[in-house]
């Protein structure tokens, strides 16, 4: 195998993922539909190639990680004492966090340390250490910590049967970026033979169809704008910087949540219903409702592992502050090791402030905005304007390398909403460099998933609702747009977590 | 088993219209690419229409495709002449467009092969793409094309993929389709004259561009023997040319004289006339440049001149027509 060969990895959204999807189908369904055992023999073979086709060393890492827990929840079960519980517990935790730690963070750690005695007058002399990033280990650290969890709080029995534990750990639609799945959700699931059904397939397709279009067509797009002005930020105007991070706004939803689809899609076509990850998130009218429809999968792990061990909501003002700000920064830290992205997680701790201090019922929106009614009130549309703007503020930190830049940033953009010329200053980068491609698809975007804002996904029950010939002509328009708007080897942006 | 059967059945019948509808706008969209008459594309297709078969054809990058007029050298040396330069390129591609060219058309008596100090470092991107579009299942032109960042291995199989994500293109094709006389050429015999001048935005250019070392890779320079090997077993005279570059891009390659003395080398080797305008009078001066590597169309035009009578003192040219100063 050349070095090539070796940095190539499957993308959702590639010609290689097409062929293999149909082909583990086929063989799924045709060879395997009788046979429980060989359903997720087959799934498991064809999650570790998935896997080994972007490094084959890093299997042996997914291997380890998944032995670990797997025994880890058998032992914690097996043991008879609360501390045996305990240790094991605690074991497979260190070990697990380890390695996140190792692979994800050792550097880091170096680096700020280094920084920390040269800032008290050391002169530190640490080389960094060459270490490669695997993809998905965060996700499948969580996988794996969810299921310890869950034994050690008697929520779920450990399978004794390590091929079902395996495919729970490593099933390739959610490997390498979620949804964060839980052992009390998949494990039955895997549990249980599957039988073909024809509503579901159609669905996973048009799941998939629809993040493609989201990835490919919104993302992609969107990245081609706003990566030049994040990378050139000091030559840009204020206007321009705020259109940059609202277009990255959405190139981030498109991205993330156009895995996700594709991710629920192709685990329907194999019978499997997987953690719903986002929920119209930008129609959100607080950032507590934010949090609640985005990567859902995560902040629910945040709530379950960390919030309410702590305590959650049931403390006092104090405690639920602490508790809030702890979730946030360790998520922004899980976001990545950078002092920019803990500070995101910060912000958006600052921003959840008035819903824990003013417990008040506005800022608790559990229903969806504007049901039964077309368009959302004023309240309702200033709400959600004011919540895009605070993720997008947060967001230029999350985007930017260092807090340096983000301070200029936001400054260039506050001398410009001061001054009251950055309306004037997007329109003339917008005319001058972008046109109106992406605003276009930006809107198309945002009108199809308001009005279907009340489903799972902006297709969900299409084959209800509209009849086969005009679904199959926005089928057709869909794979249309893919051949005009794709781009080559565009790569996941949550990959990197 | 039936559910199963019905769905592939749906999914088989919708993938058929796809796979139709993807084979009928691939082979629509390789005609219409065939049609154009400007750019890179519009030579690759008067390459492939044959007829060309030029007695002198002039190699190199875009700085041959711009300072290398063979209109005037048809006129004074009464030699057929077509220009093959490739804007953006290196001399491991130029050497593909020169091959399928003799596929097509007849060899010619001389070459002259105009050469940039980068033209034996291969960019690892596939500059301007699309012009090989129509021709990615001509042999010659896939194994070069291979060896660039451009195009994956589905490209070259798959229906329509290659035309993915190209929609400035497409809407272009179909425009051209709607009204054929918007395809207008841009070029004559490949050669294209272009009438900038130098501004104050290439000075800006020049201040921030640092200098840099040209490395020539193993690739190139096994092409570049081969190519002048096999130049010399079919009895065909090859010219090295290096035309004017301003002295202010001169200065930002490092390691030039190596570069020159690479070329000079090749030079004796093959029993090849260089012509070195390296230290010409018009590379001191702007009026001649449109940027400091390319002449614009007056420098152009004066240094094809200057050319010629070069070629026609060493008697590769005959001296037909007397050429005007």
Request: some cysteine; proline content about 3%; aromatic content about 16%.
């Amino acid at each position: 195998m050349n070095k090539d060969a070796l940095l190539f990895f499957m993308l959702f959204n590639s010609i290689d993922f097409a062929f293999f999807l149909p082909v583990v189908f086929g063989l799924y369904w045709f060879i395997a539909r009788h046979n429980i055992r060989l359903q997720n023999v087959l799934l498991l073979l064809a999650s570790y190639y998935f896997y080994g086709s972007w490094d084959i060393r890093f299997l042996a890492l997914l291997a380890f990680s998944t032995l670990l827990d797997f025994f880890s929840g058998i032992q914690i079960h097996d043991a008879q004492t609360l501390i045996r519980k305990k240790v094991w517990l605690t074991f497979s935790v260190f070990l697990n966090v380890g390695l996140l730690a190792f692979f994800k963070y050792a550097n880091f750690f170096v680096a700020s340390f280094a920084e920390l005695l040269m800032n008290i007058g050391f002169k530190p002399n640490f080389t960094l250490l060459q270490i490669v990033l695997p993809i998905g280990i965060s996700f499948y650290t969580f996988h794996g910590l969810s299921y310890v969890f869950d034994v050690y709080r008697d929520k779920i029995k450990p399978t004794k049967n390590l091929i079902d534990y395996s495919l729970f750990v490593s099933f390739f639609p959610l490997l390498v970026a979620g949804p964060i799945e839980r052992a009390t959700h998949l494990l039955p699931q895997i549990q249980t033979i599957r039988v073909f059904d024809a509503v579901k397939f159609a669905d996973g397709l048009r799941q998939i169809l629809w993040g493609l279009f989201k990835k490919v067509i919104i993302a992609d797009t969107c990245a081609q704008y706003s990566a030049p002005i994040f990378n050139q930020f000091e030559h840009q105007s204020g206007g321009a910087l705020l259109l940059g991070a609202i277009l990255f706004m959405f190139e981030v939803y498109g991205d993330f949540s156009g895995y996700s689809d594709i991710a629920l899609g192709s685990a329907r076509l194999f019978g499997f219903e997987l953690l719903q990850n986002f929920s119209f998130p930008y129609f959100s009218r607080s950032i507590a409702e934010f949090w609640s429809r985005w990567h859902i999968s995560l902040s629910s792990w945040f709530r379950d592992y960390v919030y309410i061990p702590m305590g959650g909501s049931r403390v006092g003002r104090m405690k639920k502050l602490r508790n809030v700000f702890v979730v946030f920064l360790l998520s922004g830290f899980w976001h990545g090791a950078s002092f920019n992205r803990i500070l995101w997680g910060g912000l958006h701790a600052v921003f959840m402030l008035p819903s824990i201090l003013w417990a008040s019922s506005q800022y608790k929106h559990t229903d969806i905005v504007a049901k039964g009614r077309s368009l959302p009130t004023w309240t309702e549309l200033l709400q959600m304007l004011s919540t895009f703007l605070l993720c997008t503020l947060a967001l230029i930190v999350f985007r930017t390398t260092s807090l340096g830049d983000s301070f200029r940033y936001l400054k260039a953009i506050g001398i410009s909403i001061f001054d009251a010329r950055i309306f004037s200053e997007i329109f003339v980068f917008w005319k001058q460099s972008m046109g109106l491609t992406p605003l276009l698809l930006i809107v198309i975007l945002i009108v199809v998933e308001w009005l279907n804002r009340t489903k799972k996904y902006a297709l969900d029950e299409l084959a209800i609702r509209v009849p086969q010939p005009l679904r199959w002509l926005i089928y057709f328009l869909l794979l249309g747009m893919l051949l005009l708007f794709a781009q080559r080897s565009r790569q996941f942006i949550y990959f990197q977590f | 088993m039936i559910p199963l059967k019905n769905s592939l059945i749906k999914v088989s019948l919708f993938a058929g219209i796809v796979l139709l509808f993807s084979v009928s706008l691939h082979y629509f969209l390789d005609a219409q690419m065939k049609q154009l008459r400007y750019d890179d594309a519009g030579v690759w297709n008067q390459i492939s229409q044959g007829g060309i078969d030029a007695d002198v054809l002039i190699m190199g990058s875009s700085r041959a495709a711009t300072h290398i007029d063979p209109a005037h050298i048809s006129e004074t040396a009464n030699k057929s002449c077509f220009n093959l330069g490739m804007m953006g390129h290196n001399f491991y591609i130029e050497n593909a467009r020169y091959y399928y060219y003799l596929q097509h058309n007849r060899a010619p008596q001389i070459i002259i092969l105009s050469l940039d100090y980068e033209s034996l470092q291969r960019r690892s991107d596939l500059f301007n793409h699309t012009q090989f579009l129509a021709y990615l299942n001509d042999p010659a032109v896939a194994q070069a094309t291979r060896a660039y960042n451009g195009f994956s291995k589905y490209d070259y199989a798959l229906p329509l993929l290659k035309y993915v994500g190209e929609r400035t293109l497409i809407f272009s094709l179909f425009n051209n389709y709607f009204f054929p006389a918007r395809n207008k050429p841009d070029r004559v015999n490949g050669f294209l004259a272009r009438d900038l001048k130098w501004n104050a935005d290439v000075d800006k250019v020049l201040d921030t561009l640092k200098a840099y070392s040209v490395s020539p890779d193993s690739l190139s320079l096994a092409a570049f023997e081969s190519f002048l090997k096999d130049a010399k077993a079919k009895n065909i005279k090859v010219v090295f040319v290096h035309s004017p570059t301003h002295l202010l891009g001169q200065q930002k390659v490092v390691n030039r004289k190596e570069i020159m003395a690479l070329y000079q080398k090749y030079a004796w080797q093959f029993s090849i006339p260089f012509f070195d305008y390296a230290t010409d009078s018009m590379c001191s001066q702007k009026s001649y440049f449109l940027n400091a590597t390319h002449l614009n169309k007056y420098g152009a035009a004066l240094f094809t001149r200057k050319l010629i009578v070069d070629l026609q003192r060493e008697g590769i040219l005959p001296w037909l027509v007397t050429t005007k100063e």
